[in-house]
């Protein structure tokens, strides 16, 4: 079954433990981007990666670190957590052709950092 | 700038239509799309338009497109409960073909 999985998909945390959130895909799709969605401001994007190792800046950035060392694979790290990163996160993929641009999400991982 | 809205809630019964709407700021969008979440679950991709169409009808969606007002909506016909969920549009810029530019989201209540 084509799907994108996310681990863990609840984790709670206290400020400045370093965490890592897990997302894989099984459709050899070269795009793979996180979001962070918050009441009131929808999803938006922290990081995306067109390819293995090639890896860019979205919206919110601030705090955050992934890398693409495996097309499959984009982890999102979080090196010292603070409160203000509590949110649903959701890791995404998608082919890269112009013209399909339908994303594939995963469940979400809802963080609480204490 | 890049700037989608939607109200946030709307609440219809059953067997009525639904209307969502959503407004954007940057005319140059080439895609738009409406995503749909359901409790629990990451996002499902509903129905896009390409920004040259005004129109695209897939069973019980409508989108309707009005690029000179910048404004996107989704009908709903026969709305079900079970289209209870969070409904989100999106763009993505001329621009910036790479991103996808996500709205506020709007929750969706059906009623019996």
């Known amino acids: 079954e084509a799907q994108v999985t996310q681990n863990p998909r609840y984790l709670i945390t206290v400020t400045g433990k370093k965490l890592t959130v897990t997302c894989s895909q099984n459709?050899?799709?070269?795009?793979m981007s996180w979001y962070r969605q918050d009441p009131g401001l929808g999803l938006r994007q922290i990081y995306y990666?067109?390819?293995?190792?090639?890896?860019d800046k979205g919206d919110v950035p601030e705090g955050y670190k992934v890398s693409r060392k495996e097309k499959r694979n984009f982890p999102l790290i979080l090196e010292s957590p603070s409160p203000n990163q509590t949110s649903l996160y959701f890791c995404?993929?998608?082919?890269?052709?112009?013209?399909?641009?339908?994303?594939?999400f995963g469940s979400g991982t809802q963080l609480s950092v204490l | 700038g890049e700037d989608v809205e939607q109200s946030l809630f709307l609440s219809v019964r059953e067997g009525d239509s639904s209307v969502i709407n959503c407004t954007y700021t940057d005319s140059s969008s080439t895609y738009l799309y409406w995503y749909k979440q359901e409790p629990g679950a990451g996002l499902q991709l509903l129905t896009y338009i390409f920004s040259n169409m005004d129109m695209k009808q897939d069973q019980r969606l409508t989108v309707l497109l009005n690029k000179k007002d910048k404004h996107l909506s989704l009908r709903i016909a026969d709305t079900q409960t079970g289209d209870s969920a969070i409904y989100f549009c999106?763009?993505?810029?001329?621009?910036?073909?790479?991103?996808?530019?996500f709205g506020t989201g709007t929750r969706l209540q059906v009623f019996p």
């Open positions: 990666s067109m390819n293995v190792e090639v890896t």
């Open positions: 999106a763009e993505i810029p001329l621009y910036n073909t790479d991103k996808l530019i």
């Open positions: 459709m050899n799709h070269e795009y």
């Open positions: 995404a993929s998608r082919p890269l052709l112009v013209g399909n641009e339908k994303l594939f």
